[in-house]
């Protein structure tokens, strides 16, 4: 039978020093992708990626435009091997990372577009400033009604992620998430970590945000994608561009629903998941979110392991 092929793109967190150095240095393909990000951002993000520091790429508004031209490298030769995708899912940044893959954004465009949602997500962070956390060992249910009852007045904090059952990133005001985080180990959690983030992200804190991106996205060229790509606010899959600019926005402030995204995915027949770009966050989610998922993804950020995948026949 043969593989009905989805592609997973990575979001934040999956960013490293070196990251897409040795496809660019095996793969012409590759190595134009990060040229033409140079070009089109007017400095050497490929540098950046190779060489650090960590500090810097770390930074919101460098790591979100190193993470779409990894997974665009990627793309690139995975495309001209012949890898022909159903469906695609990116999380958060990720959802980005999908659409130009599949044809929507332009890649200059989707490069300069992510560089600006990541400095709109840290100045509007630094106006208001939010914080998050990872809590482990409870149900999604259990999660939002703890943040509806840490939440008061103006200080808020709401379910940020569901990444996988039993997976939830808690986002909003840093008070509010105090006091969440207290209540969550109270209701049984098995653990809750605060996260190194600049913002709080996915939340009604970024509220602010979403006028500059909409700003942004209404003079860029957007076209209907070559395959669906499942939409982190609804879980569904999205083919109208009208409706992908309008989640798109929507996303700054709304819950990333994965859990749900990768359920929707397996709905649509995929038989094997592809993680295109660095690490493997995404692929080690799939056991967890359905045992029917479990060994079907595929982890393509180096050649090493593109070149693996495609001779066994991917």
């Known amino acids: 039978m043969e593989e009905r092929i989805g592609l997973l793109f990575p979001g934040q967190g999956s960013q490293a020093v070196g990251m897409g150095k040795e496809l660019a240095e095996r793969y012409p393909e590759a190595r134009e992708a990060f040229e033409e990000a140079d070009d089109?951002?007017?400095?050497?993000?490929?540098?950046?990626?190779?060489?650090?520091?960590?500090?810097?790429?770390?930074r919101t508004r460098n790591a979100q435009p190193a993470l779409l031209v990894h997974s665009a490298a990627a793309w690139r030769v995975l495309k001209k091997a012949g890898v022909?995708?159903?469906?695609?899912?990116?999380?958060?940044?990720?959802?980005?990372?999908?659409?130009?893959?599949?044809?929507?954004?332009?890649?200059?465009?989707?490069?300069?577009?992510?560089?600006?949602?990541g400095e709109l997500m840290?100045?509007?962070g630094q106006a208001r400033p939010g914080t998050m956390a990872a809590v482990l060992g409870l149900d999604?249910?259990?999660?939002?009604?703890?943040?509806?009852?840490?939440?008061?007045?103006?200080?808020?904090v709401v379910a940020a992620n569901f990444n996988s059952p039993g997976q939830v990133v808690v986002s909003g005001d840093v008070d509010a998430v105090?006091?969440?985080?207290?209540?969550?180990?109270?209701?049984?959690?098995?653990?809750?970590?605060?996260?190194?983030?600049s913002g709080?992200?996915?939340?009604?804190?970024?509220?602010?945000?979403?006028?500059?991106?909409?700003?942004?996205?209404d003079g860029v060229g957007f076209g209907a994608p070559a395959f669906p790509v499942i939409s982190n606010v609804t879980a569904s899959p999205v083919t109208d561009?009208?409706?992908?600019?309008?989640?798109?926005?929507?996303?700054l402030t709304s819950t990333v629903r994965w859990t749900d995204s990768v359920r929707t995915m397996l709905q649509l027949g995929v038989t094997r998941f592809l993680e295109v770009g660095p690490g493997k966050v995404l692929t080690g989610m799939l056991k967890r979110i359905d045992r029917?998922?479990?060994?079907?993804?595929?982890?393509?950020g180096t050649p090493d392991a593109i070149e693996a995948y495609l001779q066994q026949g991917g």
């Open 40 to 58: 089109a951002l007017g400095f050497s993000l490929s540098r950046l990626c190779w060489e650090g520091p960590e500090d810097e790429l770390t």
């Open 122 to 124: 840290y100045e509007f």
């Open 84 to 117: 022909e995708p159903v469906v695609a899912a990116g999380h958060s940044l990720g959802e980005f990372s999908a659409y130009m893959a599949a044809g929507s954004l332009g890649f200059a465009d989707a490069v300069r577009t992510v560089r600006l949602r």
């Open 200 to 217: 709080a992200f996915h939340s009604p804190l970024m509220a602010p945000a979403e006028e500059g991106l909409r700003a942004h996205l």
């Open 292 to 300: 029917a998922a479990e060994g079907r993804g595929v982890p393509l």
């Open 140 to 156: 999604d249910d259990v999660v939002v009604g703890v943040c509806n009852e840490a939440s008061a007045g103006d200080s808020v």
């Open 241 to 251: 561009p009208a409706e992908a600019k309008l989640l798109l926005v929507q996303q």
């Open 178 to 197: 105090e006091r969440a985080s207290a209540l969550l180990v109270s209701a049984g959690a098995k653990k809750v970590t605060g996260l190194n983030v």
